[in-house]
């Protein structure tokens, strides 16, 4: 197998591989009503402030009319809250819930130990090229967009 093929092979993998582990983390418990879509979403809204959906839809590159059908669903599962903006009663603002932010943390405690996992079993001198390898690869797929 030349080099491109086992390249090409790695990364369809590693993608496919990473999906199905954060899957089978995600829903567990409570949590077992959460799609990976459910909770893309839920980490563009964050922690923070109520963002517009137009703020949102733009992080995850959706328009903002599939980004509500994913609000919706949130909404009725009690992951997110939405409310109109005092200012502007035509924008929509979106914010997580208690239940929300449990489960944004659920997802982020799963990426730590990933990562984690991972880095431990390299020496210093491979996580710094597995670093910079996978900066130019983000880069490439970026600049595709």
Partial sequence: MDINSALNELLVKTFRNINEIEERAIRTGEYKDVTPNDIHVIEAIGMGEKKNMSTVAK???VTTGTLTISINSLVKKNYVERVRSEEDRRVVLVSLTEKGRKA?????????????????????????????????INQFFFSRR
């Fill in 104 to 136: 944004f943390l659920h997802h982020q405690q799963f990426h730590e130990k990933l990562v984690n996992a991972i880095v431990e079993q390299l020496s210093e001198e491979e996580r710094l090229v597995l670093e910079k390898a996978l900066m130019r």
């Fill in 59 to 61: 992080t995850l590159h």
